[in-house]
């Protein structure tokens, strides 16, 4: 069969996810095509690449742009099991069963339960497009599921409509087969506790007790299918659309992931199940023998957030499907929730857009966008004398974009009081004499007969006032959200104040791997820090990674050029430093040495946004480094810093 020709778009939507990658984990995969004859969407393999089709027949009625956010949204699930999944104890699991189709089964469980779950935590790793284009990506998935009644067996209809509930807290269609239903209603509410539970290894061992739990389902059918393993593969495509698995590590993970329509609607649904089961009869005693037996089977793994749920009991044959009914997509207007909203088709254009002008900038030279900086352009190198492309861009504000006034009045009163601080500051700085016991003699003070302190030392003004400071913010992806917005009003509350104390100040944002270059400086406020720069600032975002060995220097190199007395840098950053020019702890030891020469030039402060593990960047930074855990604290953390400094320099 022939392969269609790939567009060159889709090389540029590769490359944006190896990077977004890379700067999510810190570490590196290869994004690999799947032929189109495979028919699997994405997964990962045992190498930690990712494996992802261009086309597959689900997106067929997709635009250009929602084809391009979905692969977005798979690549990020894809992502999130190399973060969440634990495949080291699923392996190991997988050896303590024998028999070929319990391990598939127990396979497919495991599966089941895995990508809801990732998905629901996903929000504790990444926000803006990557979530977006997850949410779409899930949501087109369930718009195009089957009809529970178009499942061919009892066993494929319950996997069907647990699929449902997992991605939307919802079922499509009815049960044709009153086992696939009783087995539903006993599973789903300890399935919802799985999918919000913070520990895979009690996920995976659930998946081992509802394996043993539906074996009378699913035997049935093995035995009357020649091939039920193919069955079971056929299953997995057509409802999950190729498998996807990882190897996570998953210490991190918090108890209690971010909560949303679809985690509020099956937490409801489970809800309903339980309080349908107290009302109906007690189960069989050997029923209830049979799943107190399973229940020692999972272990104890399970956290305060992943409890057991109780022995299940069997409902009444021809009852009416009540909760089922409730939580029915045709019963409760799902259509309410369209799978493409216009902020949705407004993202997918503009990620579109920006890959199709990467596309074109990869092929050209990086240059220097504005040339009318009012600095030279430094000439520095990397590590090792290593050549960088570096593209500096003077970034300007919009002229009818008024959100400035917005940023002053949030932090008018911060602005004032770093502002008074500093001028207290400035006014000790003056000439003084003080006494001792040599020096200048003075007849006065020796007449005075007061104190044996007869002499006046002068000391001398220490111009303080004198000083170039330059802030130095890591705009990479891991900066996106409420990180970025409070480097915004760090930013907004220096240049300020430094503008009415005409104290020169520089603010540079920088990032790597974007644009066709290495390393990408968007320079906002310059020296000359007049308003139209200053409004420049509205434009601080977050993207792809960063390179902090070379930006330091970049900066060191500004500061240089500087007439000042005093210098000061202030770095900014959330992490370690992470780029495609690093290489495992190369950018570690390349930002420390940095960090070495820029003491040369001038005093230097990191300062580290939520990080839990900065061991790495106060080891760089030798000691003047901060730790801000409450990314609350940022504007009072530098403005502190910043007058400890001043005091110093007294």
Same mark, same amino acid.
């Given at each position: 069969?022939?392969?269609?020709?790939?567009?060159?778009?889709?090389?540029?939507?590769?490359?944006?996810?190896?990077?977004?990658?890379?700067?999510?984990?810190?570490?590196?995969? =290869?994004?690999?095509?799947?032929?189109?004859?495979?028919?699997?969407?994405?997964?990962? *393999?045992?190498?930690?690449?990712? +494996?992802?089709?261009?086309?597959?027949?689900?997106?067929?009625? !997709?635009?250009?742009?929602?084809?391009?956010?979905?692969?977005?949204?798979?690549?990020?699930? $894809?992502?999130?099991?190399?973060?969440?999944?634990?495949?080291?104890?699923?392996?190991?699991? !997988?050896?303590? @069963?024998?028999?070929?189709?319990?391990?598939?089964?127990?396979?497919?469980?495991?599966?089941?339960?895995?990508?809801?779950?990732?998905?629901?935590?996903?929000?504790?790793?990444?926000?803006?497009?990557?979530?977006?284009?997850?949410?779409?990506?899930?949501?087109?998935?369930?718009?195009?599921?089957?009809?529970?009644?178009?499942?061919?067996?009892?066993?494929?209809?319950?996997?069907?409509?647990?699929?449902?509930?997992?991605?939307?807290?919802? #079922?499509?269609?009815?049960?044709?087969?009153?086992?696939?239903?009783?087995?539903? =209603?006993?599973?789903?509410? $300890?399935?919802?506790?799985?999918?919000?539970?913070?520990?895979?290894?009690?996920? @995976?061992?659930?998946?081992?007790?509802?394996?043993?739990?539906?074996?009378?389902?699913?035997?049935?059918?093995?035995?009357?299918?020649?091939?039920?393993?193919?069955?079971?593969?056929?299953?997995?495509?057509?409802?999950?659309?190729?498998?996807?698995?990882?190897?996570?590590?998953?210490?991190? @993970?918090?108890?209690?992931?971010?909560?949303?329509?679809?985690?509020?609607?099956?937490?409801?649904?489970?809800? /309903?199940?339980?309080?349908?089961?107290?009302?109906?009869?007690?189960?069989?005693?050997?029923?209830?023998?049979?799943?107190?037996?399973?229940?020692?089977?999972?272990?104890?793994?399970?956290?305060?957030?992943?409890?057991?749920?109780?022995?299940?009991?069997?409902?009444?044959?021809?009852?009416?499907?009540?909760?089922? =009914?409730?939580?029915?997509?045709?019963?409760?207007?799902?259509?309410?929730?369209?799978?493409?909203?216009?902020?949705?088709?407004? %993202?997918?254009?503009?990620?579109?857009?920006?890959?199709?002008? $990467?596309? /074109?900038?990869?092929?050209? $030279?990086?240059?220097?966008?504005? %040339?009318?900086?009012? @600095?030279?352009?430094?000439?520095? +190198?990397?590590?090792?004398?290593?050549?960088?492309?570096?593209?500096?861009?003077?970034?300007?504000?919009?002229?009818?974009?008024?959100? &400035?006034?917005?940023?002053?009045?949030?932090?008018?009163?911060?602005?004032?009081?770093?502002?008074?601080?500093?001028?207290?500051?400035?006014?000790?700085?003056?000439?003084?004499?003080?006494?001792?016991?040599?020096?200048?003699?003075? !007849?006065?003070?020796?007449?005075?007969?007061?104190?044996?302190?007869?002499?006046?030392?002068?000391?001398?003004?220490?111009?303080?006032?004198?000083?170039?400071?330059?802030?130095?913010?890591?705009?990479?992806?891991?900066?996106?959200?409420?990180?970025?917005? #409070?480097?915004?009003?760090?930013?907004?509350?220096?240049?300020?104040?430094?503008? *009415? %104390?005409?104290?020169?100040?520089?603010?540079?944002?920088?990032?790597?791997?974007?644009?066709?270059?290495?390393?990408?400086?968007?320079?906002?406020?310059?020296?000359?820090?007049? =308003?139209?720069?200053?409004?420049?600032?509205?434009?601080?975002?977050?993207?792809?990674?960063?390179?902090?060995? &070379?930006?330091?220097?970049?900066?060191?190199?500004?500061?240089?050029?500087?007439?000042?007395?005093?210098?000061?840098?202030?770095?900014?950053?959330?992490?370690?430093?992470?780029?495609?020019?690093?290489?495992?702890?190369?950018?570690?030891?390349?930002?420390?040495?940095?960090?070495?020469?820029?003491?040369?030039?001038?005093?230097?402060?990191?300062?580290?946004?939520?990080? +839990?593990?900065?061991?790495? %960047?106060?080891?760089?930074?030798?000691?003047?480094?901060?730790?801000?855990?409450?990314?609350?604290?940022?504007?009072?953390?530098?403005?502190?810093?910043?007058?400890?400094?001043?005091?110093?320099?007294?």
């Amino acid at each position: 069969m022939r392969i269609p020709a790939i567009p060159t778009t889709w090389a540029s939507e590769k490359r944006l996810y190896e990077k977004q990658f890379f700067a999510v984990l810190r570490r590196r995969t =290869k994004i690999i095509d799947i032929p189109p004859e495979e028919g699997e969407l994405g997964y990962t *393999s045992s190498d930690g690449n990712i +494996h992802e089709a261009y086309k597959h027949p689900i997106m067929d009625d !997709l635009s250009k742009e929602l084809q391009i956010m979905f692969r977005y949204g798979v690549f990020t699930h $894809e992502t999130l099991h190399q973060i969440f999944t634990s495949f080291s104890y699923l392996e190991q699991k !997988l050896t303590t @069963i024998s028999d070929l189709t319990e391990k598939q089964v127990f396979s497919l469980f495991a599966n089941l339960v895995e990508d809801p779950s990732i998905e629901y935590f996903a929000p504790d790793v990444f926000g803006g497009e990557m979530l977006q284009a997850l949410n779409f990506s899930i949501r087109h998935i369930y718009r195009m599921s089957p009809q529970i009644s178009e499942s061919p067996t009892a066993f494929s209809q319950f996997i069907n409509a647990l699929v449902q509930f997992g991605d939307m807290g919802l #079922l499509k269609g009815e049960f044709t087969y009153p086992e696939a239903e009783l087995y539903f =209603k006993k599973i789903a509410p $300890e399935f919802n506790r799985m999918v919000t539970c913070s520990d895979p290894h009690a996920r @995976i061992d659930a998946a081992y007790k509802w394996m043993v739990m539906t074996r009378p389902l699913w035997r049935k059918e093995a035995e009357e299918k020649e091939k039920f393993s193919d069955f079971l593969n056929e299953l997995l495509d057509e409802l999950m659309n190729g498998g996807m698995v990882g190897d996570g590590d998953a210490k991190n @993970i918090p108890e209690n992931g971010v909560s949303d329509e679809r985690s509020e609607r099956r937490a409801a649904f489970s809800k /309903a199940l339980e309080e349908e089961k107290k009302v109906e009869s007690p189960s069989e005693e050997n029923e209830s023998s049979s799943s107190s037996k399973v229940s020692s089977v999972a272990g104890d793994k399970s956290n305060k957030t992943c409890a057991q749920s109780a022995d299940s009991s069997k409902s009444p044959e021809g009852q009416e499907r009540g909760v089922l =009914k409730r939580f029915t997509e045709t019963e409760t207007g799902a259509e309410g929730h369209p799978a493409v909203d216009k902020s949705i088709a407004k %993202l997918a254009s503009e990620l579109k857009e920006k890959l199709e002008k $990467e596309e /074109a900038s990869d092929s050209k $030279e990086p240059q220097n966008e504005d %040339l009318d900086l009012p @600095i030279e352009i430094p000439r520095v +190198h990397g590590s090792e004398n290593t050549a960088v492309n570096c593209m500096n861009v003077r970034m300007k504000a919009d002229v009818k974009d008024n959100s &400035y006034s917005a940023l002053l009045s949030d932090n008018a009163r911060s602005i004032k009081m770093l502002t008074s601080s500093i001028k207290s500051l400035l006014r000790l700085d003056y000439d003084t004499y003080s006494r001792t016991t040599s020096g200048k003699y003075s !007849l006065k003070r020796d007449l005075d007969h007061t104190s044996v302190k007869v002499f006046d030392k002068r000391k001398e003004k220490k111009n303080i006032d004198d000083m170039a400071v330059m802030l130095l913010i890591d705009t990479s992806g891991s900066m996106h959200g409420e990180k970025i917005k #409070l480097a915004k009003d760090t930013a907004v509350i220096l240049a300020e104040s430094f503008a *009415s %104390l005409k104290i020169p100040c520089y603010i540079m944002g920088f990032t790597a791997d974007t644009a066709g270059c290495d390393v990408l400086h968007n320079h906002y406020v310059t020296w000359t820090n007049n =308003k139209a720069e200053r409004k420049s600032l509205v434009k601080l975002n977050a993207n792809a990674n960063n390179d902090d060995g &070379y930006s330091i220097r970049f900066a060191t190199q500004i500061l240089k050029k500087k007439k000042a007395e005093h210098k000061l840098l202030f770095v900014i950053s959330d992490g370690a430093p992470a780029c495609m020019r690093y290489h495992a702890t190369d950018g570690v030891k390349d930002t420390s040495l940095a960090i070495i020469e820029a003491k040369k030039v001038s005093d230097i402060l990191g300062i580290g946004i939520g990080i +839990h593990h900065c061991k790495e %960047l106060k080891k760089m930074y030798q000691g003047r480094f901060i730790d801000v855990q409450d990314i609350n604290e940022l504007t009072s953390a530098v403005c502190r810093q910043l007058k400890n400094i001043l005091r110093k320099w007294l």
